[in-house]
């Protein structure tokens, strides 16, 4: 026995097992002995702290089933299992280190994902019961972390933000006109009698809810375009609405249902078709757009009348360059800050066609380190959630009874650096002395 927390010893055995799992993981392991032996007390007051917060949580009551964890040990299990090339190699591995069959590790799985799920879920209810006591942090907290730290910070990548116009085709009067008898003599069928689910199913283009009738679920007030939105909220249960028009194309609407601040209702979606003319339309219009934009036309008066609503206005917050659709990061070369780009295609996922756009670059950044400024209230959060957590637990160790033995040996230690890919299969595992 290493330690006593509260109710529960901790064997020197949990200690090594703890050890080589992180060790296992990538744990660097200093080789010179103060440091080590003090990795190896760190490691214990963690177990500590752990098995107060578990006894804490069955004091609170909170609890954790199989079934919440399951879906994540399972994954975790294949991922070990897939690191052997037969289930005998694995089974070996298995009983090599201790854990017996692949469902008696599973358990053990199981068991560990549930004593870090219930300390999650116990801080949780802390939080929402005003328990857990907010820690004050100073800039100069912040300051001293971010110096201790900086060097190991990931580097900021490269990022840009820009604000855009998305214009896309329209269908001609002759689609429109089309699509619009197509619905006005759905709207007759079911005047007379038609099914309206099954005439959903057979002639809606909303691929969404096709299959299902319509059927759109309950919705609140704000959700739906506002044309559709209001003929929804307007219509009694089973009252069929004449044709509306949406920037989607056509609809007819049936509520089914109504409660407070919110309906159940199905719609048939009837789409004008687009050609590659609306296409070649749409990038002229995009053409004239980026030319009276570059020749001072103000963005505030060109995106009501232009953009595409269904598309984001603008990158205020730095977005990463590398993570833009190829598209943009072309467009983006050789581009000075305030430069308007020449238009562009993306795609139409919804209609299957192109959209097409413009954009200002507004500005650029190159990788490089994050400033203190940048990350200055992500350390503080941080900072702010480790003193908080480390007050809470002193207070529960200070309330029950913790004892520490003398560490009887220390674990061999390694080269510096973390430790490298084990060359014995079952160095993938945790060891059980």
């Known amino acids: 026995m290493i330690a006593v927390a509260g109710e529960r010893p901790i064997l020197w055995s949990e200690v090594l097992e ?25 490691i214990i007051d963690e177990l500590i702290d752990a098995e107060m917060l578990v006894q804490k949580a069955a004091v609170e009551k909170v609890e954790v089933a199989d079934g919440d964890v399951l879906p994540d040990v399972e994954t975790q299990l294949k991922k070990i299992r897939d690191q052997f090339k037969s289930d005998q190699e694995f089974r070996t591995a298995l009983a090599g280190a201790g854990f017996g069959t692949p469902e008696e590790y599973r358990k053990t799985l199981i068991e560990a994902a549930k004593r870090q799920a219930v300390q999650r879920k116990l801080i949780d209810k802390m939080k929402g019961d005003g328990k857990l006591v907010r820690a004050v942090v100073s800039e ?9 730290n900086r060097t190991t910070l990931p580097k900021r990548p490269a990022q840009v933000t820009f604000r855009q116009i998305v214009i896309s085709p ?11 008898a197509k619905i006005d003599s759905l709207l007759i069928e ?22 299902t009738g ?6 609140r007030r704000g959700i739906m375009v506002p044309e559709f939105d209001r003929m929804m909220f307007a219509l009694p249960p089973g009252v069929i609405s004449p044709v509306i028009e949406t920037n989607f194309g056509f609809h007819i609407i049936r509520v089914d249902k109504v ?5 159940k209702a199905r719609h048939i979606l009837i789409i004008p078709t687009l050609d590659s003319t609306d296409e070649r339309r749409a990038r002229a219009l995009a053409d004239s757009v980026a030319t009276v934009w570059r020749a001072g036309a103000r963005y505030d008066s060109l995106s009501p009348r232009f953009h595409d609503p269904d598309e984001v206005k603008a990158f205020n917050d730095p977005f990463p360059r590398a993570e833009l659709p190829g598209a943009y990061i072309e467009a983006l ?31 650029t950044a190159e990788e490089g380190m994050y400033s203190v400024g940048e990350v200055r209230e992500r350390i503080r959060d941080q900072l ?22 003398p560490i009887p040996s220390l674990p061999q230690a390694a080269e510096p650096g973390p430790a490298a890919a084990p060359a014995d299969p079952a160095a993938v595992l945790p060891k059980k002395p």
């Open 18 to 42: 703890e050890y080589n799992t992180r060790r296992a993981q990538g744990m660097p392991i200093p080789p010179d002995t103060v440091e080590h032996r003090k990795l190896v007390e760190r």
């Open 140 to 148: 100069a907290d912040v300051f001293e972390m971010y110096e201790r």
């Open 170 to 180: 329209s269908p001609s009067a002759a689609a429109k006109a089309r699509a619009k």
């Open 190 to 211: 079911i005047q007379r009698g038609g099914n309206f689910e099954l005439i959903a199913k057979r002639e809606s283009m909303d691929p969404s809810n096709k299959e």
């Open 214 to 219: 319509g059927d759109l679920g309950w919705n």
């Open 259 to 263: 409660q407070p601040s919110e309906v």
């Open 333 to 363: 070369k050789n581009l000075k800050v305030n430069d308007i780009s020449s238009p562009f295609a993306i795609e139409n996922q919804r209609r299957g066609t192109r959209k097409f756009v413009v954009f200002q670059l507004l500005s």
């Open 384 to 405: 702010i959630q480790e003193r908080s957590m480390r007050r809470f637990i002193d207070n529960l160790r200070a309330e029950s009874f913790v004892m520490r033995n």
